[in-house]
């Protein structure tokens, strides 16, 4: 019998669906049920030891692993050799794809800037890396509180615009830390699509 995969929400907070971004921390001691996301997010592995499929490819998460995860992805976590401890960051997709289409002044309406955060969903940081990446993450705590504890900080004035400015920080850098990977001196390269889920290509 074929396994059924869960259908998550399409919020990036269940407490607010107004907002654009939430923070918060996750634990995964055994295998988990296959996931179909709704909404893109960020799991950023600080402790523990795993494999995870991403439509059909599988990876292995240590500390340190930053995992991309846009919409309609399906995720399996098929192994935990060691109680996984990760942060989560969920937030808009499509926001953010428009975001960078405007800073990008790209004149194609139906170009993704985010295509690469689809084509390597996994980013392994040395440490220097993970170091400027932790600090994203507290920026990011400090700013919206965490999620599922709903302490959530007082209003700050242009919250969401710093908001964004954290989540192009980070998106920016886990290309640069995936182009570093692969020897890259450019993104002119010629990107290959992987297979994905039907879902995936629809969206």
């Keep these: 019998m074929p396994r059924r995969a869960m259908l998550q929400d399409a919020r990036a907070s269940a407490s607010d669906p107004a907002v654009i971004c939430s923070f918060d921390y996750e634990a995964i001691d055994k295998p988990t049920r296959a996931i179909i996301h709704q909404a893109a997010r960020f799991l950023y592995v600080k402790r523990g030891r795993g494999k995870l499929v991403i439509d059909g490819e599988e990876y292995v998460l240590q500390p340190n692993t930053l995992v991309a995860i846009t919409p ?43 295509r690469f955060l689809t084509l390597e969903p996994v980013a392994y940081l040395d440490s220097v890396q993970a170091e400027y ?51 890259e ?17 629809i969206y």
């Design 72 to 114: 309609w992805k399906i995720t399996d976590t098929v192994e935990v050799t060691e109680t996984l401890q990760f942060i989560k960051v969920i937030y808009d997709y499509s926001y953010l794809n428009s975001v960078f289409k405007s800073v990008l002044g790209s004149g194609d309406a139906s170009a993704e800037p985010l």
């Design 185 to 201: 001196l450019d993104s002119g390269r010629k990107e290959t699509v992987k297979d994905q889920s039907v879902l995936s290509y």
């Design 133 to 183: 990446v932790d600090g994203i993450m507290e920026h990011l705590k400090a700013e919206l509180g965490v999620e599922s504890t709903r302490v959530k900080p007082s209003d700050k004035p242009f919250s969401q615009l710093y908001t964004v400015n954290k989540l192009i920080d980070l998106m920016v850098v886990y290309r640069r830390y995936i182009m570093s990977h692969r020897g």
